[in-house]
């Protein structure tokens, strides 16, 4: 295999840093490299995985383009609206870089294709917004022994290391078990800074190159924390955990993180805003998000986060049902079942879509 004279044009600068040099423009071409996500961090991954020539980009994302995810997803535009996010994707770094190949997949990552697709790449790049997928995409990367750079954003800061790396150091061994449920809310539920997802996939795509053109020095058995309000980065060493043996993948991931997602649960009911309004003295309120969030608005009744409920139950009134609300409705799912479950004495429902929804009726 060799480089075009096409390809030489247009990976010149590449091709004159002696560290990279044609022998690494080849290794970038040869590279086989899998993006888990194409939102957020994944499309400046994407972009910048393109322009640098890695040779076969997979892509894998279930999801549409929606409007607020323009603010930060700059590979898409408001005409992408509705369209699958791996298709435009796809066609739109194509033109970018026409040299390069990518394979998509319109589909949810499961423990079912998730050892099957790894095994086809050289690299995994996790661009995912949840811990679900990351347990999964770490394990099922020990289990293909492939190399995982991972990336995570939170408001105003973010992470980057690399897990699995020659050995060192796996997802697992710096989180050995998942936050409890609700007590990290996701970006759709708290914001993002627009460019913060940039700062941490285009980190993310650098350390993908450094490991496959074998330059500089990985952040294996070290994680990236960056700060975009005090422009202040800090670096935390830790160990592989050499007693921890992933062996298999988990049966229920969502289980494993203490999520429950199945509405059609008979456990579980939904109502709405509109329905209880007028009524809200004969319901009992629980406001299941964290401190900081009440704070800026809340309908009332009790704060109780979700992952303090077991041992709060005895502040729940027993007389009358009871509607748990967080911001989306994605952790009033989580604490509808565990009051299902814990306390089935109770009539329990989730308002539906949060206080996003009340937002945007009103």
Known sequence: MSLTTEEKRQYNRHLILKEIGAAGQLKLKQSKVLIIGAGGLGAPILQYLTAAGV??????????IDQSNLQRQVLYAHSDIGQSKVNTAISRLSSLNPFISFNG?????????????????DII?????????????????VLTNK????????????????????NGPTYRCLFPTPPAPG??????????????????GSLQANETIKIITGIGDVLSGKLLTYNTLSLTQVILTFKKNTTLKILELEKDYDYFCGIFENTDDMRYAEIDYTD?????????????????????GHLGGIHI??????????EINTELPVVVYCQS????????????????????YNLTGGLNAIEVSN
Do not use: M
Request: charged share 25%.
């Open 125 to 141: 790049v996790d661009g995912s917004d949840n811990f679900p997928t990351r347990y999964l995409v770490n394990d099922a990367a």
């Open 183 to 200: 007590e990290v809310p996701n970006c759709s539920e708290i914001g993002v800074l627009g460019v913060l997802p940039g700062l941490i």
């Open 305 to 314: 986060p979700v992952h303090e409920i077991p041992e709060r139950l005895n």
């Open 105 to 121: 997949y319109n589909e949810l990552l499961t423990k079912d294709n998730a050892i099957k697709i790894f095994q086809s790449y």
């Open 276 to 296: 209880i309004k007028e009524q809200l003295d004969q319901y009992f309120l629980i406001d299941v998000r964290e401190d900081w969030e009440r704070l800026e």
């Open 147 to 166: 190399p995982l750079v991972f990336g995570s954003i939170y408001k105003f800061e973010g992470q980057v290391t690399v897990f699995n790396y020659q």
């Open 55 to 64: 040779g076969t980009i997979g892509i894998i994302d279930h999801d549409i």
């Open 329 to 348: 409705g994605k952790r009033g799912k989580t604490a509808t079942l565990l009051l299902s479950d814990i306390a089935p004495q109770f009539k329990t």
